[in-house]
């Protein structure tokens, strides 16, 4: 018999029969195990089925509750419909964009605040209790969930996850059974989690990163333990000691945390074995940082977009040996570098990163034209994904990221990349986080680091890793820069502050 997951549900089916009373996901004082979180998926799944949702319906889900989300988006995939996880930070006119443009059959929130704009756009409402209300009791005898002519396809839509990109509103990145599926298997073959391991994420659901953590782990027959956006802060350290974590699924922000934190304290999280990262480039000095103070930890940069949710992933501590690269493309994939008129480029030319393969996701949702132009179809053969960023290859074919389309400014009259001058500010000694944010109207570039120096000496000390013209000429120093949902820098909310005054000095 074929156990092979075909669609995403069959993730967790598969990993509750081979054993139903592993631990899996926990969070604050909850926790579940494979069986129940089947059972309960099983549960909700006739109860939205009950209520009408079918195969390509489309479910919204905004909860702060990681365990709700899991159980609704496998419950989703049961009935062959298509689930979109929220941050539970998502209100008000965010919110009432993803209701009218995905027009979902059901919206699921913690608070009723939403009912009455779900209700007047034809969808049925749920509260996170209710949802979790109808997963209580016996399971009905009724026939199987998605049976029949009502059983998804692989190709079928499961995902749409909303990202913001470069357009004035989210667009979603719409996701098959297939696709989530080969990415997930592809990202665990490099990333190698382990039965015994304990992945710590504090990073929401809602955020990809930290959606395709549930699948890793369920892939690896691990478990996984959420934090919170708090917990992204000073209580980091304890949050990875007392949950015994092995792994740390970060983003540049958590990472740099981690780094300060551990070099100044004893009671360092001993059992951390592997960090990765995604969201933005690792500095170098944080990596130094975090092998000096946790011998046994080993990293792994990783370069990927929603729209292929990974394109390559460096071998464990490859940055030691391909200092600056984000890796090899994923099995089964393939990565490469455009010029001008699309042609590709040859070793060591910068152009336009484009991927290829499986991971490629379906396209966005309504935007015919902006699929079209990302999407593109060469020659009739499988889309290929024009990231818009730009990078070059080596002779090996590993990856080395130049910075985004929307990375790249003008000042005094030069062309700028941010990522480079954030890579020399953090190459300062004393600067733990810099971050800069380009031109906009009548006002400069600026530059906000957090930073034992101050900012006039971050300014002075830049001189001698970047050219003069390219050091924006002012720079605010915070002691913890903000940021959103996702454990990202909140660019908005930073210029808001440097704006207000509201730096140390």
């Known amino acids: 018999m074929n156990t092979e997951p075909r669609l995403l549900h069959d993730l967790l089916d598969r990993a509750a029969e081979r054993d139903p009373h592993a631990p899996f996901l926990s969070f604050r004082d909850q926790a579940a195990g494979l069986g129940d979180l089947a059972a309960t998926s099983t549960r909700i799944a006739h109860h939205l089925r009950e209520r009408g949702v079918g195969r390509a319906d489309r479910v919204v889900v905004r ?9 609704a988006l496998f419950a989703v995939s049961r009935v062959g419909g298509v689930f979109s996880l929220l941050h539970e930070s998502v209100r008000d006119g965010a919110l009432s ?75 979603a990145v719409v996701s098959t059974h297939q696709q989530v599926l080969f990415s997930a298997r592809a990202i665990q073959r490099r990333l190698a989690y382990r039965s015994d391991d304990t992945v710590y994420c504090p990073l929401p659901v809602s955020f990809d990163y930290g959606l395709y953590q549930v699948y890793l782990v369920l892939l690896a027959g691990a478990r996984m333990r959420f934090g919170t956006a708090a917990e992204s ?35 360092r999280p001993t059992s951390l074995r592997l960090l990765t990262n995604t969201g933005a480039a690792l500095s170098e000095k944080t990596v130094a940082s975090l092998r000096s103070s946790l011998p046994g930890l080993r990293v792994q940069v ?35 570098v455009t010029g001008p008129d699309g042609e590709r480029l040859p070793p060591g030319e910068t152009g336009q990163i484009v991927v290829r393969g499986p991971n490629v996701m379906a396209g966005y949702w309504r935007r015919e034209e902006l699929t079209a132009e990302r999407f593109h179809r060469r020659d009739g053969l499988f889309p290929e994904l024009r990231t818009g960023d730009y990078g070059w290859q080596d002779e090996d074919g590993y990856l080395y990221f130049d910075g985004r389309r929307d990375d790249i400014y003008k000042e005094r009259g030069f062309r700028v990349s941010a990522t480079e001058v954030e890579a020399a500010a953090h190459r300062v000694d004393g600067v733990t986080s810099a971050i800069v944010l380009p031109p906009e109207g009548r006002r400069p570039a600026q530059l906000a680091v957090i930073a034992a120096i101050p900012r006039e000496e971050v300014l002075l000390r830049m001189r001698a890793e970047i050219e003069e013209y390219k050091i924006p000429r002012v720079c605010t120093r915070f002691e913890d820069l903000p940021t959103n949902g996702n454990g990202k820098v909140d660019r908005k909310r930073l210029a808001r502050l440097i704006s207000a005054g509201r730096g140390r000095d």
């Open 63 to 71: 909860t702060g509750d990681p365990l709700a989300a899991v159980a």
């Open 97 to 171: 964009h993803v209701l009218k443009d995905c027009e979902p059959a059901v919206v699921v929130c913690d608070t009723d605040e939403a009912e009455d704009e779900a209700m007047a756009r034809g969808a049925d409402f749920l509260t996170t209790d209710d949802l979790l209300s109808a997963a209580d009791g016996p399971a009905p005898a009724h026939a199987p969930i998605g049976s029949g002519h009502d059983r998804a396809l692989e190709v079928d839509p499961v995902c749409m996850i909303y990202t913001s990109g470069t357009t004035s509103r989210p667009k």
């Open 233 to 267: 802060g000073p209580p980091l350290l304890r949050s990875l000691v007392e949950s015994g974590a092995t792994v740390l699924a970060g983003v540049p922000a958590v990472s740099d945390r981690l780094a300060w934190l551990s070099a100044r304290t004893e009671h």
């Open 302 to 336: 990783m370069y990927g977009l929603t729209e292929c949710k990974r394109a390559t992933i460096m071998p464990p501590d490859g940055d030691l040996d391909h200092p600056g690269s984000c890796g090899l493309p994923l099995d089964g994939t393939e990565v490469f």
